[in-house]
C-alpha cells in the first residue's frame, strides 16, 4: 500500500486579469515547489483571474471567500471599502 497524500491547504487568490500572464506563472512556480505548512501540510494557491471590479463585487457579496485579492488597482479596494460601508 501506497502513503495517504498529506493534507493539503488550499489558498484560493482573486485577481484583476490584466495581471494574469506573470500571476499565472508565479503561481506556477509557487505550487511546483510543494511549499509546506510547519506541520508539514502542502501549500497551494488557485488563482483566478477576474476582473477587478468583480473580485471586489464578489468579495463584498461573499459569492466567492478568497483568501487574497489583488484587483489591477488599489482604486479598487477603495471603491469596494466605500461600498461596504467600511470608509
Do not use: C
Not at 511549499?35 to 501549500?43: C, D, H, L, N, S
Not at 463585487?57 to 488597482?73: F, G, Q, V, Y
Amino acid at each position: 500500500m501506497g502513503s495517504a497524500e498529506p493534507e493539503v491547504v488550499k489558498i484560493l487568490f482573486t485577481y484583476g486579469s490584466e495581471k494574469q500572464a506573470w500571476i499565472e506563472e508565479l503561481t506556477a512556480r509557487f505550487n511546483a515547489d510543494a511549499a509546506q505548512t510547519v506541520g508539514g501540510k502542502r501549500i497551494v494557491v488557485e488563482a483566478v483571474a477576474t476582473g477587478s471590479g468583480e473580485v471586489i463585487e464578489e468579495l463584498i457579496d461573499e459569492r466567492r471567500k478568497p483568501h487574497l485579492i489583488s484587483p489591477a488597482s488599489g482604486v479598487y479596494v477603495k471603491l469596494g471599502n466605500a461600498q461596504s460601508g467600511l470608509l
